[in-house]
């Protein structure tokens, strides 16, 4: 099988809506995810912008429910199990497959630092446990940990790792990684650095995974069409607005921050309500009114 034809795209991560009383909110839900299969985009539920960390096993659970229901099966749903009980992350990858998901995607545990043997042996380990398809993801700002690009490499070969998304910065790691597995039809590389989105698929990305796409996945198809299509200058002209809307809630904020000031964004676009879940701290109803009207009259225009 050709991974780069299947595993391919823009990937979005998508948000976890919330109700006030912090359930899942379904019709939210439907709003996000109809917008990514109006758009060829494709989610990726319980990661980062997700918000998992902070998500009970019940709730998410019923966000991959409601998740793979609104698909209805036109599209791959990513799903992930990242956590630091390799027994409940197994468990997790096992009913997230019962209900329907596609490939599961993990970071390294995140409590003890761990060196480049200890992480190969985890991966290597929870490869050979999963029941789907397993795609690593690396990301320094939750985890404290970077997985060399050398581990990364040795892992691509084991039968069920099909990609490798890598939200790290950084020039030099983006141009290796482009080096390493542009031209493998068995591995996949996905980056979740949003801001370098066209430039990775003017030169042999497979698939983007900004977080930005929840509010805008119109815009991200755009980039990675044109890209693929090899039109450079279109690929970088919408690179440039999407980088204004990412700057707008992320700019000078650590995670934490932003994507409170994200949900407010996903309101205003009328596509989810813009509760977060603790430790962070939904925006003010003073703030959330101001950051709809600046939204709006920024960016409202792009809304899909």
Not at 26 to 38: H, L, S, T, W
Not at 187 to 210: E, K, R
Request: glycine share 8%; proline share 5%.
């Amino acid at each position: 099988m050709n991974y780069k034809e299947k595993y391919c795209g823009v990937i979005v991560p998508m948000v976890t809506p919330f109700t006030e009383q912090f359930e899942i909110d379904q019709q939210g839900v439907e709003n996000i995810v109809g917008g990514f299969i109006r758009n060829k985009c494709t989610p990726f539920i319980l990661g980062t912008t997700g918000e998992s960390a902070s998500v009970s096993q019940r709730k998410k659970e019923d966000l991959v429910r409601y998740t793979v229901k609104v698909v209805g099966g036109r599209d791959l749903v990513y799903a992930g199990i990242s956590g630091n009980s390799f027994d409940d992350t197994v468990r997790s990858s096992k009913l997230y497959s019962d209900l329907g998901v596609d490939v599961l995607v993990a970071h390294l545990p995140s409590y003890y630092p761990i060196d480049e043997d200890q992480m190969l042996h985890y991966y290597e380990k929870l490869a050979n446990a999963v029941p789907l398809p397993l795609m690593l993801y690396n990301i320094p700002v939750t985890t404290h940990l970077s997985i060399p690009l050398k581990v990364v490499d040795k892992l691509s070969h084991h039968d069920n790792i099909i990609g490798f998304k890598d939200s790290q910065r950084g020039e030099e790691r983006l141009d290796e990684s482009l080096r390493l597995w542009k031209d493998r039809s068995d591995f996949t590389f996905h980056l979740g650095w949003a801001a370098m989105s066209s430039y990775g698929l003017l030169n042999g990305l497979d698939g983007i995974v900004p977080s930005s796409g929840n509010l805008v996945p119109k815009l991200y198809r755009g980039i990675y069409d044109a890209a693929k299509n090899g039109d450079a200058e279109e690929a970088e002209r919408l690179q440039k607005i999407t980088n204004e809307i990412s700057a707008y809630y992320q700019g000078g904020n650590i995670l934490s921050r932003a994507f409170p000031i994200f949900k407010a964004m996903l309101n205003a676009f009328g596509l989810c309500e813009p509760y977060t879940a603790l430790p962070m701290i939904t925006l003010t109803a003073d703030e959330i009114q101001r950051i709809k009207k600046e939204a709006i009259e920024q960016f409202g225009i792009y809304k899909n």
